[in-house]
């Protein structure tokens, strides 16, 4: 019965492994769209999310079959359960990049950002490229350390957020109405992307060591509006 | 086995349903924040989520006891885990309406809304307050019927909100750079109030019926940037 679960909970650690790696390429692939007018890079995150639903879809449902046949307890339910809802923050953020991208994709072959937003947007997906990476190998190995160093390091993307929001509100730059809105709205998906890895890493925090460092996982607390 | 089941399941159903209590209340609240410029009820809403994350923590937590003492199967299995998720899906709602009422709260005494949008807005209003009551019948009663209704309606609040972009675009109304960011994110945050309020009655349905309708419960499909 062990080896069974251990084989099945490989399986599907596997396919929630396969999602971060699917995530990390959708976050840097709308990175390219946004800051590069890749329009190929766009169209390729766009077209891909449907593999991360299926794969969260597929999560679930080996998870929910663990459930029924393998009745794990302990560490071993506290890793089922928190594996069903990563595959659903990973899917969540696969929609949140297809939303960059699509952003990216109407604009092309302008750039959807204005020059004098650029630097800052550069900025926040340098730090979601990163994070990307820390949420793969954080998940990989299972590492509390690299966990506890995206929930530390988001402040760092909120303040990149509300420098968006400076950009918006400076009435010298002249900007049209549609870059404002995409600004404003790149703004909250990048943002929103961080969150989402800061509730993954919590998630992770909990698994390997049973405790929860906020119980507020989903939350995006930083007042939002500026 | 079956009697402890049934009766720690209805503890966890009743908290469930004061989620969705809460989640109406919390919608109500943001729109007289929003549309009536009520500081107090905006006030309400914000201390108020604690309440609702307070809800979600003791849910999961209910859900996770029963999975592990009561290794659930079949139907029974299917409701534990779409009850943990539903009450992801509520709590996350109750932040979108602490967005919500913390933009009126900083607008105010002025509205944070522009006069020509205030009737766009009205009518999403209008139309999140209904599917709440929805939200919390459908609860309620388990009622696939209603579920149905609230996924077949999302398309009205997307146009609704379509219209908030037409607004914000429109160089013919004079509205400050504030104003049009507003616009934008309490668009945003309304749409998204539906888009869980649908994946809420999704997993309603898959409890009642256990046919999933969409596979894709948290998805926000429709190009968010217009």
Redesign the interface.
């Known amino acids: 019965m062990r080896v069974i679960f251990n084989e099945e909970l490989k399986a599907v650690a596997d396919d929630l492994d396969r999602m971060a790696q699917g995530v990390r390429k959708s976050i840097r692939g709308a990175g390219d769209a946004l800051l590069k007018q890749d329009v190929e890079a766009a169209q390729t995150v766009i077209d891909g999310d449907i593999e991360l639903?299926a794969l969260e879809?597929s999560v679930?449902d080996q998870c929910?079959k663990l459930?029924?046949k393998q009745?794990p307890?302990?560490t071993d339910?506290?890793v089922v359960?928190s594996t069903?809802?990563l595959a659903?923050t990973f899917?969540?953020m696969g929609?949140l990049a297809k939303?960059v991208a699509?952003?990216a994709r109407?604009a092309y072959p302008a750039s959807a950002l204005p020059e004098g937003a650029k630097e800052t947007f550069q900025q926040m997906q340098d730090f979601l490229d990163e994070t990307s990476d820390d949420v793969v190998s954080m998940l990989a190995d299972r590492d509390a350390k690299t966990a506890e160093r995206i929930i530390a390091n988001d402040d760092k993307l909120d303040a990149l957020h509300h420098k968006t929001?400076e950009f918006?509100?400076d009435?010298s730059e002249e900007i049209s109405?549609?870059q404002?809105?995409?600004v404003?709205?790149l703004g909250?998906f990048l943002e929103r992307l961080g969150d989402h890895a800061v509730s993954a890493a919590r998630r992770v925090v909990f698994i390997v060591s049973g405790f929860d460092p906020s119980?507020?996982p989903?939350?995006?607390e930083e007042?939002?509006?500026?």
Request: hydrophobic letters at 40%; charged letters at 40%; glycine letters at 2%.
């Open positions: 639903d879809e679930v929910v459930l029924a009745n307890v302990a339910l506290r359960v069903m809802r659903t899917e969540r929609d939303h699509e952003t109407r929001f918006a509100l009435e109405r549609q404002l809105i995409d404003v709205l909250r119980k507020e989903s939350r995006d007042g939002s509006i500026e």
